[in-house]
């Protein structure tokens, strides 16, 4: 177990909706990142937050958009879903923004149906 | 651009010592990771290098050489639960750019 939470653990949903996935990091970890893995393109990094703001973006779609807020939780917003957007949603987090080491979330299965 | 190589797939006997080869080429080094991922979960941390040469953590192994643009991962004294994908991943001014990793089956 990292330490890091992620809810909820599935989500069915339908193309065009809106889903938000969370993540709670480890105790005492500022940062927080989003990736996305498919099967065809891999663990992907969407993008990361440390203490509240954006510090580094990845190859995020519009259609999605983040934040962390003050207790450093973090929340992915996905919407006007498409199938390609089913996928395993993992959130990683780390002491600070230079920390090498990234704890994974055991991930968010989304399928897009 | 960034590129990220490793083999698909390689296969090894329980006992054996195996090698998983990496190859980059990225706009930025800040670092090159590997990491283990059974099916269906998380992927868990193994090494990680920034400076060239080989570090050594247990049974696992990572060497570096900057210059080349190569890594490898060396696994010595295989076990089954050692079956599993094996991402390589470089980090490039913040982000984590990973390859499509490389599937490890273990046989007895």
């Known amino acids: 177990d990292s330490g890091v939470t992620q809810t909820p653990k599935h989500l069915i949903t339908a193309t065009g909706q809106r889903v938000t996935l969370r993540c709670s990091p480890r105790s005492g970890d500022l940062s927080v990142y989003w990736y996305q893995q498919s099967l065809d393109q891999g663990l992907q990094f969407l993008i990361q937050y440390y203490n509240g703001e954006e510090r580094a973006k990845g190859n995020i779609l519009e259609r999605f958009s983040a934040q962390q807020f003050p207790d450093l939780h973090s929340e992915l917003n996905l919407s006007s879903l498409e199938l390609g957007d089913s996928a395993l949603y993992f959130c990683?987090?780390?002491?600070?923004?230079?920390?090498?080491?990234?704890?994974f979330g055991p991930g968010t299965r989304l399928t897009v149906t | 651009g960034q590129n990220i190589d490793q083999p698909t797939e390689m296969t090894a006997t329980e006992g054996a010592i195996v090698q998983i080869n990496c190859t980059y080429q990225?706009?930025?080094?800040?670092?090159l990771f590997w990491y283990q991922q059974h099916a269906g979960e998380a992927p868990t941390f193994l090494s990680y290098?920034?400076?060239?040469g080989l570090e050594e953590k247990g049974r696992f192994s990572s060497f570096l050489s900057r210059s080349k643009g190569y890594s490898y991962l060396l696994l010595k004294e295989l076990q089954m639960k050692d079956s599993a994908s094996y991402l390589c991943a470089v980090r490039d001014r913040g982000k984590l750019i990973f390859g499509q990793g490389t599937e490890l089956s273990v046989k007895p």
């Open positions: 990225t706009s930025g080094f800040n670092g």
């Open positions: 290098n920034v400076l060239d």
């Open positions: 990683a987090s780390s002491r600070d923004s230079l920390s090498y080491e990234q704890y």
